[in-house]
C-alpha cells in the first residue's frame, strides 16, 4: 500500500512554502488562498492528536508514540487518494526499533534543502534563540523538537548534515531534491 509522498525537511527549511505552493496550484487562476488552505493540502505525521487517537488515550511516552508510527502513517494514507502528501521533519532513522518513515507504506520523497546559514537565522527568530544557540542546534546530534505536552509529538531531527543524508542517500523509495530557492530583493 504505497501511498504516501513525503514532503521532507529540517526544520525552517520551507516545508511551509512548498505547501502553499502545492495549495495554490490546486486553486483556479485569479483566486486568493489563505494559509490555513497550505496546511488542509497536506497531512502532517507528528499531530499529537493522530497518536492519541490512535492508542484511545492521551499523556503517550515518547516510546509509545514510536510504536504508534506505523498504525498512524497506515491511518494517514488511508485518508486521502493517493498520493498523500505527508508532511515531516524526521530524518529517516529508526527509534526504539521502529522506523520513522515506513518505506511500505511510501510511494516517494520531496525533500526541501536550504542553506544551513539561511536556515540558522531562521531557526533563531523562530525559536527565539541566539545564532550561537541555533549553530548548536543544527550541529547536535541528537536535537529534536516537539514531545511532552507539546501539540506535535517528538521529531527527531538528527545535526543537518545527518537529516539531509538521511532521505537523500538511500535507496528505499524515490527521493526529489529541491533547493528551496533564496529570494533577493531589488
Not at 512548498?18 to 497550505?38: D, Q
Amino acid at each position: 500500500m504505497k501511498r504516501i509522498v513525503w514532503l521532507a525537511s529540517y526544520p525552517k527549511s520551507g516545508n511551509t512554502w512548498m505547501r502553499m505552493m502545492f495549495a495554490a496550484y490546486r486553486k483556479p487562476l485569479g483566486e486568493s488562498l489563505a494559509l490555513r488552505e497550505a496546511f488542509q493540502t497536506t497531512i502532517s505525521d507528528s499531530r499529537r492528536e493522530e497518536f492519541e487517537r490512535a492508542a484511545g488515550r492521551d499523556n503517550l511516552s515518547d516510546a509509545e508514540v514510536d510504536q504508534l508510527r506505523e498504525e498512524v502513517q497506515i491511518s494517514l494514507a488511508k485518508r486521502v487518494q493517493p498520493p498523500v502528501l505527508v508532511k515531516t521533519h524526521n530524518a529517516r532513522v529508526q527509534r526504539n526499533g521502529c522506523p520513522l518513515i515506513r518505506r511500505e507504506l511510501t510511494l516517494g520523497a520531496i525533500y526541501i534543502v536550504r542553506n544551513p546559514l539561511s536556515v540558522v537565522d531562521s531557526v533563531a527568530d523562530h525559536w527565539g534563540c541566539s545564532i550561537d544557540e541555533a549553530v548548536h542546534m543544527l550541529n547536535f546530534s541528537r536535537h529534536s523538537i516537539g514531545g511532552g505536552k507539546d501539540k506535535m509529538v517528538r521529531q527527531y531531527l538528527q545535526n543537518w548534515s545527518m537529516h539531509v543524508l538521511s532521505w537523500i542517500d538511500q535507496p528505499a523509495f524515490p527521493t526529489l531534491l529541491n533547493r528551496r530557492p533564496r529570494f533577493v530583493s531589488t
